[in-house]
């Protein structure tokens, strides 16, 4: 949990460094849908960012402890904010950032298309999981008696 105090702190220090740069935001909380296999994501991305070679820096924004570098190399929400970007807006991204509020770090990997394929393949199997998945109701007096939807569950042990 954050106090009133460093809150304050927190939006101070991101206002400094994001005054100077607000030139170069291509843009903030841009929604999109992306198309993968025969399944659609939705997402929003941050903020991205032109670079001075025409392509994008993707910023996500998070709170909490900062990660370790490798953390951020395996970020997949990252890899699939490249997608959109390129599937949805036609738009390069070349770098992939994290940027903790909290301790005003950024971390940052490149998108490798490697990477990008794989982040894709996963993404299809895990689609296909799910979709295969047994959601069949499990009830018991125990289970049930916990879950919020007892009072109107037909399956309900309860
Ligand atoms: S009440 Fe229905 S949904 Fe909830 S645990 Fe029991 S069977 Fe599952």
Do not use: W
Not at 62 to 80: C, H, N, Y
Not at 131 to 146: I, K, L, V, W, Y
Request: charged share 30%; glycine share 4%; proline share 3%.
């Amino acid at each position: 949990m954050i106090c009133a105090g460093s809150v304050s702190e927190i939006l101070t220090q991101f206002y400094s460094h994001f005054k100077e740069n607000t030139e170069q935001v291509r843009f903030l909380e841009k929604g999109f849908k992306l198309k993968i296999g025969d399944f659609t994501l939705t997402g929003r991305i941050d903020r991205a960012d032109d670079l001075p070679d025409g392509t994008l820096e993707i910023i996500d924004y998070k709170t909490g402890k900062s990660r370790k570098q490798k953390d951020v190399e395996e970020d997949m929400q990252l890899f699939i904010y490249a997608m959109a970007a390129h599937e949805c807006f036609g738009l390069t991204a070349s770098r992939l950032t994290l940027y903790f509020l909290d301790d005003d770090v950024k971390l940052s990997t490149e998108p490798s298309s490697e990477k990008i394929d794989q982040v894709r393949l996963k993404l299809i199997d895990m689609a296909h999981a799910v979709n295969q998945s047994d959601f069949a109701p499990t009830p018991s007096e125990f289970t049930c008696s916990f879950c919020p939807f007892n009072k109107v569950c037909d399956q309900s042990a309860v």
